[in-house]
């Protein structure tokens, strides 16, 4: 059976329409894949939103259609299981004159790690290149944020969904090395001890923000 890799959207006039998302990392993307984009989705009606995760959904699509769509797109599908870290967002880091800290390179390295990684639950990163922080860091499971003094902050448990939280600062003065090792142990900690379906900053206002903090130190 093919995979098909849609989202029921909404039935109109009875009909089922599905929409897809190709994976865009950091929602940097070449010309040539932007294009290919625009084509498929004129060929096949559809319909492209810009979303707020750095990415390209290609709604109001026919569920036969699908597997010919992927095939025309040759690209990666951004989320194949629910519970997954889904998408890594990254600010224009060395592009920005704000910039207190290059970004772009350790948001690469945290997507070709963890990007479709099996977690207890849907698992967003952010990461910046200056404390302003676009791309609502604070509002993701894990962010990275460089700080004034070009070294970095570690957060952890923030979520815009439907019980919004801020995240929590876990370290702060973090080399890029020392961030990814933390990063690391966060999601080995979350993952051996959360309960299936919880939310990082559940599994944190569970346990306790020091007892968190304690466990996943770089220190422990």
């Known amino acids: 059976m093919e995979k098909h890799y849609g989202n029921l959207q909404?039935?109109?006039?009875?009909?089922?329409?599905?929409?897809?998302?190709?994976?865009?990392?950091?929602?940097?993307?070449?010309?040539?894949?932007?294009?290919?984009?625009?084509?498929?989705?004129?060929?096949?009606?559809?319909?492209?939103?810009?979303?707020?995760?750095?990415?390209?959904?290609?709604?109001?699509?026919?569920?036969?259609?699908?597997?010919?769509?992927?095939?025309?797109?040759?690209?990666?599908?951004?989320?194949?299981?629910q519970n997954s870290v889904k998408n890594i967002e990254i600010c224009p880091a060395g592009f920005c004159k704000r910039v207190k800290y290059n970004t772009i390179g350790i948001g690469v390295k945290l997507f070709n790690k963890y990007h479709q990684m099996e977690v207890p639950c849907r698992t967003k990163i952010g990461v910046a290149g200056c404390r302003n922080a676009c791309g609502s860091v604070y509002s993701k499971d894990i962010g990275v944020v460089a700080d004034i003094n070009g070294l970095l902050i570690v957060t952890a448990g923030g979520s815009a969904g439907f019980n919004p939280r801020l995240s929590d600062i876990v370290e702060r003065d973090l080399t890029e090395e020392k961030a990814l090792v933390l990063i690391d142990n966060i999601f080995n900690y979350y993952k051996e001890n959360a309960e299936p379906g919880e939310k990082l900053g559940d599994f944190i206002d569970r346990i306790g923000l020091d007892k968190f903090k304690k466990d996943v130190s770089l220190n422990c």
Do not use: C, H
Not at 40 to 63: D, F, H, M, P
């Open 10 to 81: 909404r039935i109109v006039d009875g009909k089922r329409k599905y929409g897809i998302t190709p994976n865009i990392l950091g929602g940097f993307i070449l010309p040539e894949d932007l294009e290919r984009i625009a084509k498929v989705a004129k060929k096949y009606n559809g319909v492209l939103k810009l979303t707020s995760g750095q990415r390209i959904l290609i709604t109001n699509l026919n569920e036969e259609d699908l597997p010919k769509i992927w095939d025309e797109l040759d690209m990666e599908p951004a989320v194949v299981t």
